[in-house]
């Protein structure tokens, strides 16, 4: 399956070329830097070629397009993973040889893309290569941010935020398209004028600032089908360079503000996961990008289409979260003032092109703006947005009339805010969780009475991720040795994983398996032994927890495990204890302290536990500086057991438990997300379920009795760990460090409820889960066969399934094949 594009001479005589045109070098004298950069020209090359032929079958075809409208794409690093779905990895690899080049390290020069924060932004990267792999026309559109991510240093235990400057270089794999440039209005006034031609008031918005958005395109390949796809993120550019003319009218502030909206605005990623700030200047990304997206959307449309009642029938806008909510008035304005449509119209055809799908249950998460702020920046927007409340309010009274707290709960705009959520609900055709028990909760808790108006609308997505990237290119040796016991069809249908079952007795496979996972743990030890400095140990069992910090995620309950045990090796050094190393990888939000505290004192534990020589080696703890898509995927391959310890209710799916699962790494889970899904796949015996149910959380907080002073009173090794926060322990002294923590336990300073997830709840069950796991790692054979098992039944879990189903039960897209 070799691409022709890709015979090796004529690769190398590119790079060399590429080199000489960029740099002005021979391939002796370039660095790597721009030999990655030349590489990926000469690949760009080639993607290009199938990108126009991709976009020549499309205008023939007239499928219908799927937008996935996203604030966040974390796509990691584009060349490895071009080359994967060009089917061109290894011949390129070996042309680099011949000119005395490392394919990894040149992968290793590409700035990591991180405009995304966590699972969410992840997830589109996925859906993205899916859906370009499945054949469907699809376009991601979000926000150039100049700016991702921050990258994370760790000083003196502390998370330092170094900014990210990934444009620096210049990215090879962007391409900046100013002929779909769009013109995004923000303030003012809106003027209404009595049309008398159509009898119809006319808005016309006056006094505004505006910028142009430019769109750059990133192409998305498909796995080995020639398709490629694009991912469209949206640059500000001021409207006019700086005009001294305005000086001379004394008009110098508003052009100079409308210069700084244009620079502000794509500036930089909010780093927050799972929670909502409330910043003006997020509303104005937000209605940046949507506006400029939807504007193309619909010129796109109008260039083969003359009717736009057939919107619904060839375009959905699928809402990544309520982040890309305002598209529901954005859409409406268009129809009704640009396309002079009546209300009813409008609606009908805005309701059936929306779609939306909801990514966390935290309170915390849900946006709502203050009506002052949002209707000063978009004041036409804003008055679509309150006619729609007013529509939406009478079909409420409608439904149940005389029912006074339906509205109070229900309306979009309430108590001066303006809730997304409920716009998005309201203003579409679909609503999706993202796990089978999230979507129950949402029908059942959270979005009860929408669920009760519209059962209909409601069904549950539940979340994959790509094998292309989690395992054949994070995981190469792993991806050959199956490929040779079951061929590669798992590659583009990964439920032939199955047919791995058969080796799962079989000893020499067996044997097979576990020797490629000692080898992903020796390159992952090679990493920490250079990034931190600490010698691991690879016949030690690898304990990973890496995702976003947040409190729900509870990397403070393994700490506090890990303190625990260590306690058990100090009070009987002569108890037999497998050795264990403990990873953790993480970013805390910049203003989250409490977070940034967790990462302290993992930090402050790391560094007692590690330089103890007492206990031989038998624990060590390691934070992973600066957690991010390119060494995610390294430590997925080199990991024993997968840490997924939320509070039962919290995490809606999560994605990383799914990488873990198909790089053959047993769950150590509660009962949450999509855990749930893993463990009904693999099998119970296959995983180490612990913890309080979602039901008895929820539970909990519905009705209150949860009093987490009774394990501290009761149990001895709870109290001695939490006594260890608040004595110096880990503080060299210091008994204020970590009290907060310990407040945050069992007291009362804090305004929150003590122990708001349930550690202490939690920490015995887990404790005995994890005695489990190293009784069964102890029997070798027994383990290999679980690991095996686990990989074996990864199917379900691929990006491609989840996609079909957004396709058949929601999209409803057309397959494209490209014509030779
Ligand atoms: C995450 C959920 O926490 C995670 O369980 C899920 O797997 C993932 O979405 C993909 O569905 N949610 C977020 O990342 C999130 O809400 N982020 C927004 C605030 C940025």
């Known amino acids: 399956m070799l691409d022709s594009h890709f015979k090796k001479e004529e690769f190398k005589k590119a790079v060399k070329e590429n ?14 830097q721009q030999i990655f950069q030349a590489v990926s020209l000469a690949v760009k090359d080639v993607i290009i070629d199938n990108w126009l032929a991709t976009q020549k079958q499309y205008e023939k075809d007239d499928p219908k397009i799927v937008y996935y409208l996203s604030m966040e794409f974390l796509m990691g690093r584009a060349l490895g993973n071009n080359l994967i779905n060009l089917t061109a990895y290894k011949e390129v690899k070996e042309a680099l040889d011949e000119l005395g080049f490392d394919l990894n390290v040149i992968e290793d020069q590409e700035p990591d893309p991180a405009l995304g924060n966590g699972g969410l932004g992840r997830l589109a990267a996925c859906f993205l290569d899916s859906l370009a792999t499945l054949g469907y026309c699809a376009y991601g ?6 700016y991702g991510l921050f990258k994370q240093k760790i000083e003196d235990g502390y998370q330092i935020e170094v900014p990210d400057n990934w444009l620096k270089d210049g990215y090879p794999f962007e391409l900046r398209r100013p002929e779909y440039a769009k013109e995004v209005k923000f303030g003012g006034y809106v003027r209404v004028e009595y049309d008398a031609a159509t009898g119809r008031n006319r808005f016309i918005q006056e006094g505004y600032q505006s910028v142009m958005a430019i ?22 550019e001021p409207i006019t360079d700086f005009r001294l003319d305005l000086f001379d009218k004394g008009e110098y502030h508003k052009a100079v503000e409308q210069e700084n909206l244009a620079k502000n605005i794509v500036e930089v990623l909010y780093p927050n996961d799972n929670h909502y700030a409330g910043k003006e200047l997020r509303l104005k990304q937000q209605y940046f990008f949507i506006s400029a997206s939807i504007q193309e959307a619909i010129a796109k449309f109008k260039k083969n289409h003359d009717d736009l009642h ?16 305002m598209t ?9 003032d640009e396309e002079g449509m009546e209300w009813e119209e409008a609606w009908e055809i805005t309701t059936h092109t929306c779609a939306y799908t909801n990514h966390t249950i935290m309170a915390e998460a849900l946006e709502k703006w203050p009506i002052e702020l949002f209707s000063k920046l978009l004041p036409r927007v804003y008055q679509i947005i309150e006619e729609i409340n007013r529509r939406f309010i009478l079909e409420i009274q409608n439904k149940y009339p005389g029912n006074q707290e339906k509205i109070q709960k229900m309306a979009i705009i309430y108590d001066g805010q303006v809730k997304m959520a409920h716009l998005a609900i309201a203003g579409g055709y679909s609503v999706n969780g993202v796990a089978r028990l999230h979507t129950e909760i949402l029908e059942k808790q959270e979005l009860k009475d929408f669920y009760e108006m519209y059962p209909e609308k409601f069904n549950n997505k539940t979340n994959g991720i790509t094998q292309r990237r989690f395992l054949m290119h994070a995981n190469p040796l792993l991806a050959d040795w199956i490929t040779d016991h079951i061929g590669d069809g798992w590659i583009t249908n990964l439920p032939e994983l199955a047919k791995l079952k058969v080796y799962a007795d079989d000893k020499k496979a067996l044997q097979e398996f576990m020797n490629i996972k000692y080898q992903n743990k020796v390159r992952l030890a090679k990493y920490i032994q250079e990034h931190n400095g600490i010698e691991v140990n690879p016949h030690s069992i690898f304990d990973v927890q890496v995702k976003r910090l947040h409190e729900y995620k509870r990397q403070l309950m393994n700490i506090l495990h890990v303190m625990y045990l260590y306690n058990e090796i100090k009070a009987h050094p002569e108890m037999d204890f497998y050795p264990r190393t403990f990873i953790f990888g993480a970013k805390a939000a910049a203003g989250y302290r409490r977070a940034k505290l967790t990462i302290k004192l993992i930090n402050s534990v790391a560094d007692v536990i590690n330089n103890d020589a007492s206990i031989n080696g038998k624990l060590k703890v390691v934070f992973i500086e600066n957690y991010r898509v390119s060494n995610a995927e390294l430590i997925f391959a080199a990991a024993d057991v997968s840490e997924q310890i939320s509070t039962a209710s919290k995490e809606a799916s999560g994605t990383g438990n799914m990488k873990f699962m198909l790089n053959g790494a047993p769950t150590l889970g509660t009962m949450d997300g999509a855990n749930v899904e893993i463990v009904e796949e693999v099998g119970a015996e296959n995983a180490f379920i612990f913890g309080l149910t979602a039901d008895q959380v929820i539970n909990y907080e519905n009705n209150g009795g949860y009093d987490p002073m009774q394990y501290f009173n009761n149990d001895p090794d709870i109290r001695n760990v939490l006594m260890q926060l608040i004595n110096g322990t880990y503080s060299n002294g210091d008994f204020n460090m970590f009290h907060e923590i310990y407040d945050s336990l069992l007291n009362t300073n804090c305004s929150d409820r003590a122990d708001t997830y349930f550690i202490l709840a939690d920490f015995k069950s887990y404790a005995e889960a994890q005695k489990r796991v190293e009784a069964a790692y102890r029997d070798s054979e027994g383990w290999a066969k679980m690991a095996l098992l686990n990989t074996a039944c990864a199917g379900k879990f691929s990006s491609d399934r989840t996609i079909q189903q957004y396709v058949d039960e929601i999209w409803h897209l057309d397959k494209v094949t490209i014509e030779d």
């Open 141 to 146: 559109c979000g926000i150039r941010y100049h």
């Open 19 to 32: 080199v000489k045109m960029l740099y002005r070098k021979t391939i002796d004298e370039a660095t790597q």
């Open 328 to 336: 529901v008035a954005e859409l409406m304005r268009i129809l009704l």
């Open 215 to 236: 769109p750059y395109d990133m192409p998305i390949v498909g796995y080995n089908n020639k398709i490629v796809n694009t991912l469209r993120i949206w640059d500000a």
């Open 310 to 325: 057939d919107l619904p029938k060839k375009v959905t806008f699928q809402l990544n979260d309520t982040h890309p909510t």
